[in-house]
Structure formats: C-alpha cells, structure tokens
C-alpha cells in the first residue's frame, strides 16, 4: 500500500514537471568552444537524463566485470566446499561401520577439500586410530587443542588413547584439563570421578559426586551412598595411617549418609573402640543393625567385648533380636552364637526360624552342622546338606556390572567400577567358599578380595557418542 502511493506521488509529479515543461519550453544555451548549442528546455532535460542512464549503465557494467573474478572463486570453494562435507560424511559413516579402508580414503579426500576443518581434522584421527596409528591420531588431536571450539573434542581423543595405553596419571591430568574447560559437561565429570577414585583422590572425588549430582546426573539417594563410601574409604587410609581421630570423623560421616553399608558401620565401630568409646561403637552398630542387618555387623557386634565367654556374648547379643526381631539375619547370627556357646537347643531353634523365613544353602549348611555337634545320625546330617544343594543362595556382594559375586566388599567391581558391589541375592548359585562349612556370620571364612582394578581401567571414552557409546 506504501509503495502504491510512492508510485502515484511520483507519477503526479513527473506528470505536473511534463505539463509545466510544455506550457513553458523556455531556451537553453550552451557555448564551448567557439560553438553556441540552442535548444528547448524538455529536450536538455532529457538528454542529460539519458546521458545519466548510460553512464550509470557502464559504470554497472564495470562494476559487474570487475567482480565476476571474485564471483567465480566463490562459486568454486562452494562447490569444493559441498564435496568436502559429502567426503566427510561418508567417512564418517566408514568409520562408524569399521570400514578401515573407507574412512582412510573419505579422510584424504575430506581434508584435501576441507584443510583445517575440526570435522575434516576429526575425521582424520579417527580414520587413524582404526588404522592402528595412534600416533599420527595423537599429532591430530593435539593440533585440534589450539581451537577453541575443538579443544574439548580433542582433550576427549587424547583421554581414551591415555586409557587405552593405561596411563593413568596422562588420564587423570587430561580430564583435568577438560574439566576446566567445560565443568558441565556430564561425560567429562563422569570421567573424572572415575579417574579420581582409581588413583585414591578420595577428597577430589567427593567434588566430583557433588557435580554429578548438581548437573543432575545421578539420583540424591545415589549421591549420598558414594559420599558415604568415600568417607569410608578415607577413614581406612587416615586409621592406616595412625591418624585415628581423622579415621573417626570420617568414618562417622559414613555412618551418618549411609547407617545400612555395614563396611562403614564395622570401620566405625573399630575407630570408635580405638578411641576408647565403646559405648558409641555399639551404638553405631545398633543403629546399623536397626537399618539393614548383615553378617558384617553382628560378627563385630559380637566381638565388642574382650573376654567374655561364649554365653554371655550370646546374651548381650540377644540385642539384635530386640532390633530386627523377624530378620532372617538375626536367628542366623543367633544361631551361630547360641552353637559356639554349646546351646544346640537354642541353635536349632534360631535356624529353624529363620528357614521359615528364608530357605538358603547357608541355613540348610548350619543346620548340618547343629545336627553333626548334636550327634545326629549322618543320614540326617547327609539331608541338610542335600536340602543345602538345591536351596537358593544366601544374599553376597554382587557386582551390578558384571555380576560377579564376593563374599566380601571392595570399593571396585572386578570389572574396575567405583561403588558397584551392593549386598543381595546373587543372580545364580555359586560357591563363594572351597568347603560345604555352615559358617555364615560369626565363623565364617572369606575368599580373597576382589581383584583391584586393572591400570588401564574400564572407562571407555568414545571420540564420538553416535560411533562407540561411553560407559555410563
């Protein structure tokens, strides 16, 4: 509408300049050079308006010549540009599909193309590493460092090949590096933490658990479980040390973010006893037992006071009935006490309710085991422990990750993860000891410790998420 009536004022206007030139045609004269040019008004105006036109159209016509050089260089780095990232986008898919020889030759051809392009220049370290040339791999990564929208790409490329090459301390400075680079970003916090608790940073990795937890990436519940196991595991190195009253305020952290983890309960009742509070020792212990029982717990519960007999450990430990008076773990560990203390009667009896409750191997073995101190027949005996055979088995640590099952804890799964033993019913029957004993809780005895985490380690750090998925 705007344009509409700019139209017609200007055509109103030319039109009034046409008719005021035609009622006054006036006379125009020009003299150059001895020469006396006479001539209407209109017609002067119109030969300076075309004289106008055709040098605008010259001027725009060596305006147009003069930038066609350009327009063509152009067109042609578009064009060598569009192949360049068809070149990189097929060997990304190459190297995606593992196809060595694909991704060796789009990565020539890409970066041929594309020069210093990040992608081109990813690409290329890719293509590198499925050619087994961690070097040349290494000289990319470290030349996309000096970028600093590829930095943090490049700082991901060198941490898995530090990984890989298990060297830990390269790993641990890299992922530090990238976490002053970006300390937001979840893979690389991930990464950390998981470096932090290999090398025994326990204090950085309490850091790391709060990021984790501030960028939402584990649940609160989650966060408290690895602060509690942190605190413990810098209790066990402040008591091997000799520095008892760090072990203590430590270990007491544990009990208070994680009462039910019975390694922290059983730590703090040892530092708790070591600085002459026994009293806050059993208490610890009770509250441990009130939040979740486990065979941990009531063997050092059992073990609080020095010299005693076995009845009278027996009857301060009836305790544990008072506190958790229908677990299975109770009658076990009262059963266990009451056959120590040569009261088979008494044994039977816990045994007998806590197979009411839970049916395992490990009550079926005790219950062999009353029988044999009871001077049972050995046909009776022979029935517990073929009841024992096809019962289901009693609760162990069980790596979430690998499944693997111990019968003691250690802050590392077999396969190196941090935290990932939790106390359960084991998935299948395995045996966690040589012998068929009944031992359970108070005699029992464990196999090694799980294997400590290999120097490589079990993070696997993906160059790209889409190509090979980072462990969560």
């Not at 898995?160 to 893979?187: H, V």
């Not at 001077?375 to 009776?380: A, I």
Request: charged share 25%.
């Amino acid at each position: 509408m705007i344009r509409l009536m700019v139209f017609l004022v200007v055509t109103a206007a030319l039109a009034f300049l046409a008719a005021w030139l035609a009622d006054n045609p006036g006379q125009v004269t020009v003299e150059v050079a001895g020469y006396v040019v006479q001539t209407r008004l209109g017609v002067m105006l119109g030969l300076v308006a075309a004289l106008g036109f055709v040098l605008a159209l010259l001027l725009e016509l060596l305006g147009w010549l003069r930038r066609t050089p350009r327009r063509l260089r152009v067109r042609r780095e578009r064009v060598r540009e569009r192949k360049g990232y068809q070149e990189l986008s097929m060997g990304l898919i190459a190297a995606a599909a593992g196809d060595l020889t694909g991704a060796r030759v789009h990565s020539q051809r890409a970066q041929r193309l594309l020069g210093s392009d990040p992608a081109a220049m990813l690409l290329s370290a890719q293509a590198a590493q499925l050619d087994g040339r961690e070097d040349v791999a290494r000289e990319r990564f470290e030349a996309m460092l000096g970028n600093r929208e590829t930095e943090l790409l490049a700082l991901r490329g060198l941490l898995a090949q530090a990984l890989r090459a298990g060297d830990r301390e390269e790993a641990l400075r890299l992922a530090r590096r990238a976490y002053a680079r970006s300390p937001n970003t979840p893979w690389v916090v991930t990464t950390l933490l998981d470096l932090q608790t290999r090398s025994g940073l326990w204090h950085e990795a309490l850091r790391s658990v709060d990021d984790l937890q501030r960028l939402r990436q584990i649940e609160p519940a989650t966060a408290a479980r690895r602060r509690a196991v942190l605190h413990h595991m810098l209790a066990l190195a402040q008591r091997d040390r000799g520095q008892s009253r760090e072990a203590l305020k430590h270990a007491r952290r544990t009990l208070e973010l994680a009462p039910g983890f019975a390694p922290g309960a059983v730590l703090f009742a040892e530092c708790a006893r070591q600085a002459g509070r026994s009293a806050e020792a059993r208490k610890g212990l009770e509250r441990a037992w009130g939040t979740q029982p486990h065979p941990m717990i009531a063997r050092a519960y059992a073990e609080l006071v020095q010299n005693e007999t076995a009845q009278e450990r027996l009857k301060r430990c009836q305790r544990l009935a008072e506190l958790q008076p229908n677990r299975f773990e109770t009658h076990i560990a009262l059963g266990e006490l009451a056959l120590a203390a040569g009261d088979h009667a008494k044994a039977r009896g816990h045994v007998e309710r806590a197979l009411a409750l839970a049916p395992t191997a490990g009550a079926y073995r005790l219950m062999a085991e009353i029988a044999r101190r009871s001077g049972e027949p050995p046909e009776q005996i022979q029935t517990w422990l073929e009841k024992a055979v096809d019962a289901p088995p009693d609760h162990a640590w069980v790596c979430e990750q690998t499944g693997w099952i111990s019968a003691e804890w250690s802050p590392f799964g077999p396969g190196g993860l941090f935290d990932s033993l939790r106390w359960t019913t084991p998935p299948k029957v395995q045996a966690l000891r040589g012998d068929e004993g009944p031992a359970m809780v108070i005699t029992q005895d464990h196999p090694p410790a799980p294997p400590a985490p290999a120097a490589s380690g079990s993070t696997d750090l993906a160059i790209l998420p889409e190509l090979a998925p980072a462990r969560a």
